[in-house]
């Protein structure tokens, strides 16, 4: 909202956004139609952003990273949205992919990669999704299967973000397929090992820059060093850890989303006229701009709070549940309330509303779907004494 800062801001926050103001003033607002049609952001936008350390901004300096907390990566993320960009998966690297090898990696995993993904040496991915489930993770068919000091993969993934820049991909596989969540393991897989491919990049309904992809896995060998954590089978309460991580990052830009969408569709009804008036001169406007204004408020107040709680290590599963539920359905009420006060042109590619409206389609979807999200919640609703 204009001239509201959040609670959680302070100086070094501020500098730090000055910085990913800059770099994407200068490094993605120009590009953005590049990545669109290339499918993917250039690969050396990965470099440069290590260089002026806005990658693996949450992770400690002794790992490469920049020593920030989660509201380093709440304020990239506003700045990436501001600068009218989804293609680049920097959120996904650096909130989710770097957070699960600080977490859960041992000395030896963090050092050899923590300072490859923060100088933007590597690209990250995690690769949970297959083919015939989603929702449903307990029911990955992926195998990792031990021979001697060795995994072998076999299996495929499916709606990978940075799937085809990516040099590591966290790979979610059955250490023991015989069983359900007990049986999954999150697995180190550098792409360059022999039997790993990808398919080529999706053709999405938004997101458009986003690299996107399919990963087969045929015979892939590593080394059971590689494997996440200190024993098999704890990759399933792994993610369940880390997800919360994921759906606040969905929410941050989502909110994000919602702010943008009412500075821009101000400027556009105060200059686009009709019967003689600024569009802003109808009631109609005035109204739908007064609902959309109280809806970025209220998500950005409740977001504050979950990020403010998640700094404090305090964020519940269910409230970010709420969160990431609440933020991606409203954001996309707005985008579209949004989008019809632009006419014609809000349904045109080159109006920035046009691509905010198809790109947040997908928050409803990925890292839980709402219907998920709505499980989480009504589990943790209490019954009637
Ligand atoms: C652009 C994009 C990027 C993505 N990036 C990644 C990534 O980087 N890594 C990754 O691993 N995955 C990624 N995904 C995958 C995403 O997380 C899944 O698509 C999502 O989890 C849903 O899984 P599914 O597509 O298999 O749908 P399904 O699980 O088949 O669900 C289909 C429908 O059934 C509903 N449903 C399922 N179970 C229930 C239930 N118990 N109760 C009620 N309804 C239910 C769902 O809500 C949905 O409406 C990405 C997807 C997209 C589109």
New binding site residues.
Partial sequence: MPGRRSPWMDQDLDDFRDLARTFCEKEITPNVDRFIANKEVDRDLWNKAGDVGLLCCSIPEEYGGGGGTFAHEAILIEEQARALDTSW?VS?HNG?VAHYILAYGTEEQKHEWLPKLASGECVG?????????????QSVKTKAIREGDEYVINGS???????RQADLVIT?AKTNPEEAAAGISLILVPTSTPGFSRGKH?D?V??KG?D?AELIYEDVRVPVSNLLGTEEGQGFIQLMQQLPQERLIVAVANVAAMELSLDLTLQYVHEREAFGRPIWGFQNTKFKLAEVATEARVARSFVDECIALHLEGKLDIPTVAMAKLWCSERAQKVADKCLQLFGGYGYMNEYPIARIWADLR?SQ????????M??IISRSLPAPS
Avoid at 125 to 137: K, Q, R
Avoid at 365 to 370: H, K, P, Q, R
Wanted: glycine share 14%; proline share 2%.
């Fill in positions: 998966g996904l989710i991915a995690i690769a949970m999704t297959e083919p015939g489930t989603g929702s449903d993770l993934k499916i709606f990978i973000t940075n799937g979610v999706l999405k938004g997101m986003q996107t997908v979807i990925y890292a839980g779907t709402s219907e998920i709505k499980e």
